[in-house]
């Protein structure tokens, strides 16, 4: 398996939602991101796990909150988002920090 | 915060015809990447250069690198319609992108 798959593919959420987005890869690979991508703009850097545990937190607002739950898996929790937090959000794997990532296909987020 | 420039913006072509951007750099690096994007969804990986590298080849694409200029290149020779997409370089052990070229390639 050598993929990054993202669900869901399109979301939908109102200001006072809760959801989730979730990235998985099976490459075993020991760092894991999430970036942030506004229409027309390159990619912007969220959050980086390397062997599971948070390495960079690029001063995102805390109403995202990621969670690695195991080496596989990658977790983006959503509360209390505002319309302007709607953009793609990508994640991305590499075999460990500063390697050649690999990226999901991304989520599409919109924020009523 | 975006690392560089990357220049043109945005670049219409004919199929067969080359295709080249531009990127340009502020800081140091170990290495840069050059990546592809189509219609917003994931990034696929095309090439790594090292700083010690000057050139570099996979395929139809060459990349440059000139560390004193603290500039790179990407050069797709015979362009397709499938070719049509944004390419974005990146630098850094955490990517940081370039604000990326729109290529459109018209069959």
């Known amino acids: 398996d050598t993929e990054v798959t993202q669900t869901p593919k399109h979301l939908v959420m109102g200001m006072t939602n809760k959801k989730s987005l979730k990235c998985e890869q099976h490459?075993?690979?020991?760092?894991m991101y999430w970036y942030k991508q506004k229409a027309k703009k390159p990619p912007e850097l969220m959050f980086v796990?390397?062997?599971?545990?948070?390495?960079i937190n690029e001063s995102v607002p805390s109403r995202f909150s990621p969670e690695c739950p195991n080496s596989s898996l990658l977790n983006l929790h959503l509360h209390a988002l505002q319309p302007e937090d709607s953009a793609l959000y990508l994640c991305?794997?590499?075999?460990?920090?500063?390697?050649?990532?690999?990226f999901g296909p991304g989520t599409r987020l919109l924020v009523l | 915060s975006q690392q560089g420039e990357e220049d043109p913006q945005a670049l219409s072509i004919q199929e067969g015809e080359n295709a080249t951007m531009n990127c340009s750099y502020k800081?140091?690096?170990?290495?840069l990447q050059w990546y592809r994007q189509n219609s917003g969804r994931g990034l696929v990986h095309l090439i790594l250069?090292?700083?010690?590298?000057r050139e570099k080849h996979s395929g139809r694409l060459r990349v440059t690198l000139d560390t004193s200029k603290k500039s790179s290149s990407l050069l797709i020779t015979a362009s397709r319609a499938a070719d049509t997409a944004s390419y974005f370089c990146a630098t850094g052990d955490m990517l940081t992108f370039g604000g990326g070229t729109r290529l459109m390639v018209k069959p």
């Open positions: 796990y390397s062997y599971e545990k948070l390495s």
């Open positions: 250069i090292r700083s010690n590298e």
């Open positions: 490459m075993g690979h020991r760092a």
């Open positions: 991305a794997s590499s075999p460990s920090a500063g390697e050649t990532q690999y």
């Open positions: 800081t140091s690096i170990n290495n």
